[in-house]
């Protein structure tokens, strides 16, 4: 079973930074895309980045020179490294993978979400 495991939020001040993490754990896949969408209360979920397998990237215009998408394809890991935070960026962060099985079929996982608080 392919499971998503989230890892790196908690509350900070507004300016401050946090580093997401994301690793995909389990056996016989390979990953085609990673992303990172939110979603703040009251509000739609919205894609924040994403990256492809070979380095890729796309970012929300709102995040756009403050957040910074990576991977290690070698331990089937995304990371979020969040600068310059802002209370609009209080959200739960979810982590997205599309991965396609070694014996055949392509997958959607998403991860649990863990929760960005940006507050004074």
């Known amino acids: 079973q392919v499971q998503l495991v989230e890892s790196g939020g908690g509350l900070v001040q507004p300016g401050g930074s946090l580093r997401l993490s994301c690793a995909a754990s389990?056996?016989?896949?390979?990953?085609?895309?990673m992303a990172w969408y939110r979603q703040a209360q009251g509000k739609q979920r919205e894609l924040v980045a994403g990256i492809t397998s070979g380095g890729s990237t796309n970012y929300a215009d709102s995040v756009k020179g403050r957040f910074t998408i990576s991977r290690d394809n070698a331990k089937h890991t995304v990371y979020l490294e969040m600068s310059s935070l802002k209370p609009d960026d209080t959200a739960v962060y979810y982590c997205y993978a599309e991965l396609t099985l070694r014996l055949g079929g392509r997958y959607a996982y998403w991860g649990q979400g863990t929760q960005v608080t940006v507050s004074s």
């Open positions: 389990g056996s016989g896949f390979s990953i085609n895309v």
